[in-house]
Nanobody, 125 residues
Framework: QVRVVESGGGLVQAGDSLRLSCGAS????????MGWFRQAPGKKREFVAA????????DYGDSVKGRFAISRDNGANTVYLQMNSLKPEDTAVYYC??????????????????WGQGTQVTVAS
């Protein structure tokens, strides 16, 4: 069992930056691939970014490429999502997820076994 907890959400202005953190506990963190998803009211859960257990492979959703960056510190059992040039359409609840595999389907919510409770990000125009 891996428990993941997101933090760092808040209210920012368009153009601002924000960094989300996801702490993991339970089993050893390093073997798990990690992902970030987001969900706005009335919309489906959307893939944001994913990172392999080593950090050597990453993937991003089209809407955040070039603006967001995912990274991880296995020593601190933490994965980060650096969000730059935020837009009002980035407003959503952001979720962190973990899974023991890394493959071609890391952009799908059903791939992930463990999920956090989410943290709200609101971008004002």
């Amino acid at each position: 069992q891996v428990r993941v907890v997101e933090s760092g959400g808040g209210l920012v202005q368009a153009g601002d930056s924000l960094r989300l953190s996801c702490g993991a506990s339970g089993r050893a963190f390093a073997p798990y691939a990690m992902g970030w998803f987001r969900q706005a009211p009335g919309k489906k859960r959307e893939f944001v970014a994913a990172i392999s257990w080593s950090g050597g492979s990453t993937d991003y959703g089209d809407s955040v490429k070039g603006r967001f960056a995912i990274s991880r510190d296995n020593g601190a059992n933490t994965v980060y999502l650096q969000m730059n040039s935020l837009k009002p359409e980035d407003t959503a609840v952001y979720y962190c997820a973990a899974d023991s595999r890394w493959g071609a389907k890391m952009d799908r919510p059903e791939t992930y076994e463990y999920w956090g409770q989410g943290t709200q990000v609101t971008v004002a125009s």
